[in-house]
């Protein structure tokens, strides 16, 4: 047997990150996974075009047809992802929205009714409130802090649950197991987006979901160069998401397969190091005078600090944080404004640390806690906090 049959699949996740999917070129011997910007794929004779076109139909991984379908570069990625979530299948899209409709899309229809949790992204919410309804599917927004709402909000026609497992932007934590619960006691499928938390501090799949989206974008890609999208569970769920996927045309390139193929092997090394950085400034906040509250789940301040206990990696809790500081929007941009090491800016999960005051959330501020030394952030919010004052 090759040293690169070797099954890592029972390995931790440093190594899977590390090991899955790659294996060298077997006419150059590239031990990398090389680019392939390809659009088609060239057959020798029409029979085995044919019997390929056959196959194709089937969704049969690690076939190469037309890049929109499929592409050897992004098939390394699928199956480092698919290590990374438990799954035993994972699509791979543009970005996360892409992500999203996909697995939205291959479980409604006109007529359908789905639930959503009433804090999430942006655009997620723009899909539940505008862009479903004009395909003739029926919305609900609920708050899912209490799983009774869902109960109550379920129909006869009930297909699927959605939400964000850390919501954006006000960190309001699922509780999985229950929900899951729920969901398949009235046939529904359970769809979650654990962007915020990524498959290093939470696997949704294992907590009872069905199906768990990212925008991959975030920690996933982990240095803002790259879109991406990712779909993950059952074969048979990512069966109908390759249809869909494959008619909308939602395909990555394959530089950014790659760029992401670069990024996972350091997945759990980055996540790891922003849960620490974020605890450590989470707790330094906390025992600051000009902030109001902290809202992070790893104090025991929060809300559901107990569930996040029970459903996470033990000792990790992610590198979201928030702040509301005394005072108001004066307060939020002078201490922003004083900050030197993260820039202000939307998205999260990268290396550097980012900042997104809002003002439409009670002026609060929200951190995606980087990689950097934490004693330096430290030090620069505490030098921030001064030239507020001023
Ligand atoms: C929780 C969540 N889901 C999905 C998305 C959309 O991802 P993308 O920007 O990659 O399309 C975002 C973007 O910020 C997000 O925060």
């Known amino acids: 047997m090759s040293r690169y049959d070797t099954d890592f699949s029972n390995m ?17 011997h590239a031990l990398n996974t090389p680019i392939y910007e390809t659009s088609t794929f060239g057959y020798e004779t029409a029979e085995e075009y044919d ?44 970005c996360g929205m892409a992500a999203i409709s996909n697995a939205l899309l291959a479980n409604l229809k006109a007529g359908d009714h789905v639930i959503c949790s009433d804090d999430t992204f942006m655009c997620t919410s723009s899909m539940f409130a505008e862009v479903l309804p004009g395909f003739g599917i029926e919305t609900d927004r609920v708050e899912i802090l209490d799983e009774s709402n ?35 006691a009235h046939g529904c499928k359970f769809i979650v987006d654990n962007t915020f938390l990524s498959p290093v501090v939470m696997r949704p799949l294992a907590l009872g979901a069905d ?65 620490q950085n974020a605890m450590a400034l989470a707790k330094w906040f906390e025992t600051r005078p000009e902030v109001e509250f902290v809202t992070y789940p790893g104090l025991e301040s929060h809300a559901q600090h107990d569930l996040a206990t029970s459903m996470f990696t033990p000792g990790l809790y ?61 030090a620069d919010f505490e030098q921030a906090f001064a030239k507020m004052k001023e």
Not at 55 to 62: M, S
Not at 215 to 223: E, I, L, M, R
Request: net charge neutral; proline share 5%.
């Open 150 to 184: 869902i109960e109550k909000a379920i129909k006869p026609n009930t297909k699927v649950i959605y939400l964000e497992a850390l919501s954006n932007p006000q960190l309001k934590l699922a509780n999985l197991p229950k929900i899951a619960e729920i969901a398949h």
């Open 51 to 94: 019997e390929m076109l056959a196959r194709g139909a089937e969704w049969e991984p690690d076939l190469y047809i037309y890049s929109r379908t499929t592409n050897p570069t992004t098939t390394v990625l699928e199956n480092k992802v698919k290590s990374m979530e438990g799954a035993e299948d994972a699509v791979i899209t543009a």
């Open 318 to 378: 992610g590198g979201m944080l928030c702040i509301h500081l005394k005072g108001g929007y004066e307060e939020m941009c002078r201490f922003a404004d004083a900050t030197r090491i993260p820039p202000v800016g939307t998205s999260l999960g990268d290396v550097q640390t980012l900042m997104f005051p809002k003002s439409a959330y009670n002026n609060l501020i929200r951190f995606s806690v980087g990689c950097e030394d934490v004693n330096d952030l430290i």
């Open 12 to 28: 931790g996740m440093m190594t899977r990150a590390i090991k899955i999917g790659d294996a060298p070129d077997p006419v150059t």
């Open 211 to 275: 199906i768990v989206v990212h925008s991959g974008t975030k920690y996933y890609v982990g240095h803002g160069d790259s879109l991406c999208g990712v779909v993950a569970g059952s074969r048979e769920d990512m069966n109908r998401v390759r249809f869909i996927y494959d008619n909308l045309g939602s395909h990555i390139s394959p530089f950014s397969s790659w760029l992401t193929i670069r990024s996972v092997r350091t997945l759990p090394l980055r996540v790891e190091r922003q849960c």
